[in-house]
């Protein structure tokens, strides 16, 4: 497989919101560029890519409609602050420690099966908990 994935993790939604984010290190080892054009997990209702750009002291979030650009030898970090896949109407609350199954989508690569460890819920501006995990490519 021409994607390494490493270091997936997911933060816990807020109590008033049935939304969560995951994270993920994509590095893209194939021969052409690639994109990241889809995420699904069965625990959400919706599940999209999103990106954050920061504008002084405003965050605006969009949904990236045609993914996410995987430059061949780059490693792309979604992470708070950043891009990230946004999990849109859990059925129900994420519970730290809980691995939520994802299947990655990508333009020219196998698609991937992947878990991403729950960690403490939090703002999108705090540093990232937990020790980093790898999913390494087959």
């Known amino acids: 497989m021409s994607i390494d994935i490493r270091r997936p993790w997911a933060r816990m939604q807020t109590a008033e919101s049935g939304d969560a984010a995951g994270f993920v290190t994509l590095t893209n080892r194939g021969p052409e560029p690639d994109r990241l054009v889809a995420a699904a997990t069965p625990l959400a209702a919706r599940t999209e890519i999103w990106g954050i750009k920061v504008v002084g002291a405003e965050l605006r979030m969009r949904r990236l409609e045609s993914g996410l650009h995987l430059p061949r030898d ?58 980093p995990q790898e999913v390494q490519a087959g």
């Open 74 to 131: 780059m490693a792309i970090e979604l992470k708070p602050r950043g891009y990230h896949l946004f999990f849109q109407g859990l059925a129900k609350p994420l519970a730290r420690g809980q691995k939520v199954p994802v299947t990655l989508t990508f333009a020219s690569s196998e698609p991937r099966q992947i878990e991403l460890i729950v960690e403490a819920e939090g703002p999108i501006n705090k540093d990232t908990l937990g020790r």
